[in-house]
């Protein structure tokens, strides 16, 4: 597991927690990651690839399969939804950059990451029993190895 190394906020003390007991180590995710192949069974990454150019995205994307075992988790926000804070621009050096599912769909298959479909039926029916209503895109993708 692993966070993006920016300013941690009050809602962030969970993860800070984590952080400083081992069981969350951090990595730039613009950047080769810092673990071996397959470090980790599953890789989450929320928001974080909103944030990055094109330049960034393709290599990013590809070093979160590397180090994945069983796959990754991305959230990502919907385009429209919200407004990008003054905060948020300056901690990332850039305004989020809201993409559609099927530019998404798209960008997966060009990369040669295939969607987790048992996965992504697991979640919808777990969602769906607690009631979840997610407020950003989710999707289940395979490792490729």
Request: one cysteine or more; hydrophobic letters at 35%.
């Amino acid at each position: 597991m692993g966070v993006e190394p920016y300013d941690s906020d009050d809602s962030d003390a969970n993860c800070v927690n984590l952080i400083r007991k081992g069981s969350v180590r951090i990595a730039d995710i613009k950047f080769p990651l810092p673990y071996k192949s397959k470090s980790f069974s599953i890789v989450m990454v929320s928001d974080a690839l909103d944030y990055l150019s094109p330049k960034y995205l393709n290599s990013t994307l590809l070093e979160l399969s590397r180090v994945s075992a069983d796959g990754i988790v991305v959230l990502s926000g919907y385009p429209g939804q919200r407004r990008v804070k003054v905060a948020e621009m300056s901690k990332f050096g850039r305004p989020a950059k809201l993409r559609s599912s099927s530019w998404w769909v798209r960008f997966f298959a060009q990369t040669k990451l295939d969607e987790n479909k048992a996965a992504s039926k697991k979640f919808e029916a777990a969602a769906g029993k607690a009631g979840y209503q997610s407020s950003c895109q989710i999707f289940h993708l395979k490792s490729r190895h």
